[in-house]
């Protein structure tokens, strides 16, 4: 038995085929599950999209949190371990073909345990208390093969302690636990924090998508440690920070009952709510990656000149087939958390998409265009606006039309700053933005002036003196960091994000303020 199991996970960690293949075969295994399901249940939820996604998110959880359970306790390769599991995770496949075959029993679609008063009774008897409508033999015997193989992968060809294989075999068997009880376990963690739990498919999806969001940052990092260096230094956090920013004010400002001026404490307190703002979050980033790597493409030559500091051209060592599959991965789950988000996260997010593309990519490269080319940041700014407020009011045709065209039109001049930095290669090649047709000078003094009307007016628009004083106060910093001969964009961003902060926790202790926007 040793020998066996020393040659087979030997044979499976050394292959040599691209890990490509083993991530389309995880996906290939899950598929041919949910087919076998469908066919011997005679199910249609396959017909219900929010069905068949908690199906696929479900699966990549529990296999993901199974393979950093492995490489916490092996202390081993990451990807070998990947390897591993996905190689054995051909198993998922058996129960519904055994137990409607050998056992004579017709399956019934899996599902979760949900009682609560059975819960520590089920988790010492291995799910054999219960009736195997529930848990069936076959499948408690996969997760017996899922533990026994764990203890040999660690003990026999890992080579470490014996006690240590005994805890990563527990450990296998808690996550096989915790996953089949979810709803009960994620209720009590709710509850602690005094939050309602909302149940149904969409729910789960949001759950189980926001703990592979989890795993994927370590898997990025554990499987290139050197790439992930990479992605993390070139990843624009001023940038990011606006759009989140944006993002989670409006998400918090209609949190406020417009009748009463008072929080929403329903609201506050759904946990579906959160979940919808964290999705859409993580799908706004992974957007924000993509764009990033699709500029550093089409840019490179400008960035060799401007943008020294980026990936194409810092590290000439840099994968560049790597590089442009994070791409296409980036918009890949961009597409996946807008669509866990639900609402109208999605058809946000392929808006956003597309207003990017009509900015700097070709053929249409608007930001070529001076003014008109900040136009299409402006209005992405707004649809993040959109998307905050979309979390907690899904009829997009509410939002007030008056305040749309003011939080499009005073960014619309804010941005203009960013066109500073590049100066010298836009001359050169005839790039007419606002610095090269007014001189890099006066284009500064207008920009300038373009703050003092952004912190004037929201002052003005907040009615309050001690937020006059500090919008003028921020705008003046603004004019100093402007106006210095060593010109530093990511200071100017990092002052007009600390004014958004604190413009959130005004907002957010001051829920009288929030009248004036409705």
């Known amino acids: 038995m040793k020998g066996f199991f020393e040659k087979l996970f030997s044979k499976i960690e050394n292959d040599d085929w691209n890990i490509f293949w083993y991530v389309f075969s995880l996906f290939f295994v899950i598929t041919l599950r949910n087919i076998i399901e469908f066919y011997i249940t005679k199910s249609y939820f396959w017909l219900d999209f929010y069905a068949l996604f908690h199906t696929y998110s479900f699966f990549y959880a529990i296999i993901f949190t199974l393979i950093f359970v492995i490489f916490i306790f092996v202390r081993w390769r990451l990807l070998d371990v990947f390897k591993t599991v996905t190689f054995f995770s051909l198993i998922i496949t ?68 014996f006690l240590r294989s005994i805890f990563l075999s527990f450990s296998i068997y ?189 053929p249409f490269r608007l930001k070529r265009v001076p003014f008109f080319s900040k136009m299409t940041i402006s209005f992405n700014t707004f649809v993040t606006c959109l998307i905050g407020f979309s979390i907690t009011n899904p009829d997009l045709k509410s939002f007030p039309i008056i305040l749309a065209i003011f939080i499009i039109i005073w960014f619309l001049f804010v941005i203009q700053f960013i066109d500073i930095k590049d100066y010298e290669w836009d001359k050169k090649n005839g790039i007419n933005t606002i610095s090269v047709i007014l001189w890099l000078e006066l284009s500064k003094k207008i920009i300038w002036w373009f703050f003092i009307w952004l912190y004037l007016l929201a002052g003005i628009f907040l009615k309050d003196i001690i937020m006059l004083v500090l919008c003028l106060a921020f705008w003046f910093i603004n004019y100093y960091l402007i106006n210095k001969p060593v010109y530093r964009e990511g200071v100017i961003f990092t002052n007009y994000q600390i004014s958004l902060v604190l413009l959130l926790a005004y907002l957010i202790y001051f829920p009288m303020k929030i009248g004036y926007f409705y």
């Open 174 to 362: 808690l996550v096989f636990f915790i996953f089949a009880i979810y709803p009960v376990f994620i209720q009590e963690i709710l509850q602690f924090f005094w939050m309602y739990y909302n149940s149904g498919n969409i729910f789960l999806v949001q759950n189980f998508v926001i703990i592979l969001f989890v795993f994927q940052i370590l898997f990025f990092y554990f499987s290139d440690k050197r790439f992930f260096s990479t992605l993390l230094k070139d990843s624009r956090l001023s940038r990011q920070l606006h759009f989140i920013l944006f993002m989670v004010i409006w998400f918090f400002i209609w949190l406020y009952s417009k009748d009463t001026n008072m929080l929403n404490l329903k609201i506050l307190h759904d946990s579906s709510y959160l979940f919808w703002l964290l999705t859409s979050v993580i799908s706004l980033v992974y957007w924000i990656y993509f764009s990033i790597v699709s500029n550093n493409f089409i840019d490179i030559d400008i960035d060799m000149i401007s943008n020294k500091d980026r990936p194409l051209v810092l590290d000439s060592k840099l994968d560049k087939r790597k590089y442009l599959l994070f791409w296409i991965i980036s918009l890949l789950l961009s597409f996946i958390y807008g669509s866990a988000a639900w609402n109208n996260t999605l058809f946000l997010i392929i808006l956003f998409i597309w207003n990017y593309f009509i900015y700097s990519m070709p």
């Open 94 to 161: 058996t129960p519904p073909i055994f137990d409607y075959l050998i056992n004579f029993w017709v399956w019934s679609n899996m599902t979760y345990i949900l009682d609560k008063n059975a819960v520590y009774h089920n988790f010492i008897t291995f799910f054999w208390w219960l009736n195997n409508t529930w848990v069936s033999y076959w499948m408690k015997l996969e997760i017996i093969f899922a533990i026994i193989s764990s203890f040999s992968y660690g003990y026999f060809y890992k080579k470490i302690s």
